[in-house]
């Protein structure tokens, strides 16, 4: 809708520049002329851009559509406006001319334009990937750092749960079960891409519950 949008405004720019310099039936003939001209050969270059071509090939396919679609579009516009063919043929050679001169020109921009939106897409692609790739270290980093912390922990609190085996069996078992929780949720977790903040908080409740046992009544 762009390309199509600043092709019309391209068109009638074109149309003033002839009516400036005097050439052709006036500004409404003109027009006439160079929207046929203008949308033919756009509507052939894209077509001929859709095709699985390459270098010198589609350089030549796109020349072609821009000749046929000056061509086609001079003929369209004498339907329309009802302007005959004059008889030495000068004035369709030189609506020809203007239309590949002008056509050529048009091409070369919306190429341009086509290859910096290419551009800004592959960079735009790149940060994406480098912001992904960045996201996925801080999330490797984060799972190492758990995987340093909790055997500290889990000596801590297994040498608390020898030391109340004799001194308080029941509280013992309690503080087991409140690790058991918390080791196969944290296991659970440290292997997992991402989690939950209901997982989040259901971790905390683990730990925080053996740091109780462990803490008494400085843990409130």
Same mark, same amino acid.
């Given at each position: 809708?762009?390309?199509?949008?600043?092709?019309?405004?391209?068109?009638?720019?074109?149309?003033?520049?002839?009516?400036?310099?005097?050439?052709?039936?006036?500004?409404?003939?003109?027009?006439?002329?160079?929207?046929?001209?203008?949308?033919?050969?756009?509507?052939?270059?894209?077509? #001929?851009?859709?095709? *699985?071509?390459?270098?010198?090939?589609?350089? !030549?396919? %796109?020349? @072609?559509? &821009?000749? $046929?679609?000056?061509?086609?579009?001079?003929?369209?516009?004498?339907?329309?406006?009802?302007?005959?063919?004059?008889?030495?043929?000068?004035?369709?050679?030189?609506?020809?001319?203007?239309?590949?001169?002008?056509?050529?020109?048009?091409?070369?921009?919306?190429?341009?334009?086509?290859?910096?939106?290419?551009?800004?897409?592959?960079?735009?692609?790149?940060?994406?990937?480098?912001?992904?790739?960045?996201?996925?270290?801080?999330?490797?980093?984060?799972?190492?750092?758990? #995987?340093?912390?909790? *055997?500290?922990?889990?000596?801590?609190?297994? !040498?608390? %749960?020898? @030391?109340? &085996?004799? $001194?308080?069996?029941?509280?013992?078992?309690?503080?087991?079960?409140?690790?058991?929780?918390?080791?196969?949720?944290?296991?659970?977790?440290?292997?997992?891409?991402?989690?939950?903040?209901?997982?989040?908080?259901?971790?905390?409740?683990?730990?925080?519950?053996?740091?109780?046992?462990?803490?008494?009544?400085?843990?409130?």
């Amino acid at each position: 809708m762009a390309s199509f949008l600043a092709t019309l405004v391209f068109n009638a720019l074109v149309a003033g520049f002839l009516t400036a310099l005097d050439f052709g039936g006036g500004f409404i003939v003109n027009l006439v002329f160079a929207q046929c001209i203008g949308l033919s050969i756009l509507a052939l270059i894209r077509g #001929a851009l859709h095709l *699985p071509l390459c270098g010198g090939s589609r350089v !030549a396919v %796109v020349a @072609a559509a &821009i000749v $046929a679609g000056a061509l086609l579009g001079g003929i369209l516009a004498r339907f329309l406006t009802g302007v005959e063919a004059s008889p030495d043929g000068s004035h369709e050679i030189q609506s020809l001319l203007i239309g590949l001169v002008f056509g050529c020109i048009a091409s070369v921009f919306f190429w341009l334009r086509g290859r910096n939106i290419r551009l800004e897409s592959d960079l735009h692609a790149r940060e994406l990937a480098q912001l992904e790739a960045e996201k996925q270290g801080l999330s490797a980093q984060l799972r190492m750092l758990q #995987a340093q912390i909790e *055997p500290h922990f889990l000596f801590n609190s297994l !040498a608390n %749960v020898g @030391a109340l &085996i004799d $001194a308080d069996p029941r509280l013992a078992a309690r503080m087991l079960e409140a690790l058991i929780r918390y080791l196969r949720s944290s296991l659970t977790r440290t292997r997992e891409a991402g989690g939950t903040l209901g997982d989040e908080v259901a971790l905390l409740k683990d730990y925080l519950e053996v740091l109780k046992i462990r803490m008494g009544d400085r843990l409130t």
